[in-house]
């Protein structure tokens, strides 16, 4: 199906935004390396009962490529834990911002590592897109407090780590099944953040043990989400729809906090969404002339 891909990566995103918001319940609770601690045991939990019940779910554990599972496990918590950093030092429309040039870095990694051709439409779209972003964010840049350069640090590089294991998703392409996906990422997450969730471990309350444990739910099933996106779709496919995370975090937004959207913000969410839509409507007119078929007749 040709939209398997960018509803793959939709759905990831959507994932992630529902995680993002149960995560910021929970934060002026619990330290981060508690509720990411949590969420990686969570991760392995459900690999272990998924694979008890039924023999051999998810695929295979072992790989010929560990060395990349090992780079994809540290580039995802290294994304996790420099966001978290870079929104104590920056508005959140300022760390945004910088996050969404992921798309550009992942259409340069795709070119110069994995030689992919990026057809110009995916660059027009990304940028259309981007634009959207910035219609929406702008307003907000430097709101509330000057931007601290150590903020800006860490979400460059957070950027750079979200870039790193969406390129080595689709490197991962030529591996069958979703156990190895889950499995290094949870090793080394959790063992990486146990110690010092030991250290700064809060009780939770009944309500609370079921948000993390859902924590943990929603980032194995977006993880899952996003990997297979890559696997079926190239990066110049998907790229202009990771800026479809504007529309969605905002209408979360509204919808749990109750924070309504601003007329910019509503604004730049309808370009994004159009240059989501115009983005499929030339890849599918560039399938349909591979294949023959007159523009007219799709």
């Not at 800026?243 to 601003?262: E, K, M, Q, R």
Request: contains cysteine.
């Amino acid at each position: 199906m040709m939209v398997r891909g960018p509803l793959l990566l939709m759905a990831g995103i959507g994932l992630f935004g529902l995680l993002d918001a149960n995560s910021k319940l929970l934060a002026g609770s619990f330290s981060a390396s508690q509720t990411i601690f949590l969420r990686y045991a969570v991760l392995l939990g459900l690999l272990l009962a998924a694979r008890m019940l039924v023999r051999g779910a998810g695929g295979k554990l072992g790989t010929r490529h560990p060395w990349l599972h090992l780079t994809r496990a540290v580039s995802m918590l290294g994304a996790g834990t420099l966001f978290f950093l870079a929104f104590r030092h920056l508005p959140l429309a300022d760390g945004y911002l910088i996050f969404f040039t992921a798309p550009f870095l992942t259409l340069i990694a795709a070119a110069v590592f994995l030689k992919e051709r990026i057809p110009g439409a995916a660059w027009i779209w990304s940028v259309v897109g981007f634009l959207g972003v910035l219609t929406a964010l702008a307003p907000q840049l430097g709101e509330g407090r000057e931007g601290s350069l150590f903020g800006f640090a860490c979400a460059t590089l957070g950027t750079l780590c979200y870039t790193t294991n969406i390129t080595i998703n689709r490197s991962l392409r030529g591996e069958r099944g979703v156990a190895r996906l889950v499995l290094w990422p949870g090793i080394v997450g959790g063992a990486a953040t146990a110690p010092f969730a030991a250290w700064h471990w809060a009780a939770p309350t009944a309500l609370q043990w079921t948000q993390l444990l859902v924590n943990g739910v929603l980032a194995g099933a977006a993880t899952v989400c996003l990997a297979l996106a890559f696997r079926v779709a190239t990066p110049a496919r998907l790229a202009p729809f990771e800026f479809i995370a504007l529309p969605w975090a905002v209408s979360l937004d509204y919808l749990i906090f109750g924070n309504a959207p601003s007329l910019p913000v509503i604004a730049g969410g309808a370009v994004v969404v159009m240059a989501c839509v115009m983005s499929e409507r030339a890849v599918g007119r560039a399938a349909r002339r591979v294949q023959g078929i007159p523009a007219g007749n799709a």
